[in-house]
C-alpha cells in the first residue's frame, strides 16, 4: 500500500514538473519573441543565406551564430544588437533545410544567455518558427 502512495506522490511530482516547465517555456518564449528577431532566408538566384538578427531593446552585447549540419562547421561573433550576414550555398541541402537549423547564443545586458533556433526558408516563403533557450 506505501508504494502505492508513494509512486502516486513521485508521479504527481513529475507531472506537476513538466507542466510548470512548458508553462515557463511558452512565458518566455513570449517575452523574447517582442524583443529578438531572427530570419534565414535562402536566395537560390544569388546562391546564398541571408541571416538577419535584431534586438529590439538594443542590449545584445554580442552573439554567435551557427549553422549546423554543414560538412564544415560555420560560426561567426558579432558584437551589438544586429547584423544581416550572408552565407554561401550553390542550393537546398539534399534533406532540406531542417537538417541545418540556425542557431544564435546572445549574451544580453537584462535577460543574460539566450538561445535563438530557426530554419533557413526559401525567398518568398514564410520565416520558420523561433526556439527560444537558456543555456
Avoid at 14 to 40: C, H, P, R, T, W
Avoid at 70 to 99: A, C, R
Wanted: cysteine-free.
Amino acid at each position: 500500500m506505501n508504494k502505492k502512495i508513494t509512486l502516486a506522490v513521485i508521479l504527481t511530482i513529475i507531472v506537476f514538473g513538466v507542466g510548470l516547465s512548458i508553462v515557463q517555456n511558452a512565458q518566455d518564449s513570449e517575452k523574447y519573441s517582442g524583443v529578438f528577431y531572427l530570419d534565414a532566408t535562402f536566395y537560390k538566384d544569388k546562391k546564398y543565406v541571408e541571416i538577419k538578427f535584431d534586438d529590439s531593446t538594443q542590449k545584445t552585447t554580442s552573439s554567435i551564430l551557427e549553422i549546423q549540419g554543414m560538412e564544415t562547421s560555420f560560426q561567426k561573433t558579432f558584437t551589438g544588437s544586429n547584423f544581416t550576414i550572408q552565407v554561401p550555398f550553390d542550393s537546398v541541402p539534399k534533406y532540406g533545410w531542417k537538417t541545418m537549423p540556425v542557431t544564435l547564443v546572445v549574451e544580453h545586458s537584462e535577460f543574460g544567455k539566450i538561445g535563438i533556433k530557426t530554419d533557413v526558408h526559401d525567398s518568398g516563403e514564410p520565416s520558420g518558427n523561433l526556439i527560444f533557450s537558456k543555456p
